[in-house]
């Protein structure tokens, strides 16, 4: 299926995007889903509302989230002059998650960088273009320092 998988093509992506980003209720998507002209002019691979989000639902996840609970004190006092405590749910995805979701990613394949580079301006070497965290120092001082060590 390609790059569009669980779609069968670009088209039925694009589709199924608006569909689910359009402003149109559950079930007005599935009405026009089931509408001849839609089943005959178009024929996506999805017949109805469920079995577009059943799609949905095989398109990769990536990170989880995950939940923590923090109790913080604020700048406001009690009736008993004690700062005031509150619950706050602090939502994230685990950075190790993250980075590994990114390398493995296929489609940032052609964008990873893994050694630093010097870049120039021009072929004199005199002026150093410094626009990615791989063309900077800090890369090649920390590159550095994991070889000796």
């Not at 599935?30 to 079995?51: A, E, V, W």
């Not at 940032?108 to 120092?137: G, R």
Request: hydrophobic letters at 35%.
């Amino acid at each position: 299926l390609g790059m569009f998988r669980p779609f069968l093509d670009q088209q039925e992506w694009e589709l199924a995007d608006w569909l689910m980003t359009s402003s149109a209720s559950q079930t007005k998507v599935d009405h026009f889903l089931k509408l001849d002209i839609t089943r005959q002019c178009m024929g996506p691979s999805y017949k109805d509302n469920r079995t577009l989000l059943q799609n949905i639902d095989k398109l990769p996840q990536g990170p989880t989230w995950k939940c923590r609970t923090i109790t913080v004190k604020g700048d406001f006092l009690d009736e008993n002059s004690e700062p005031i405590e509150e619950e706050l749910d602090i939502w994230y995805h685990d950075p190790v998650e993250c980075v590994h979701e990114l390398i493995g990613n296929p489609d940032f394949c052609d964008a990873m960088k893994y050694v630093p580079e010097h870049l120039f301006s021009d072929e004199s070497e005199e002026e150093k273009i410094i626009n990615e965290m791989w063309t900077a120092q800090w890369w090649w001082d920390t590159q550095v320092q994991a070889l000796v060590f």
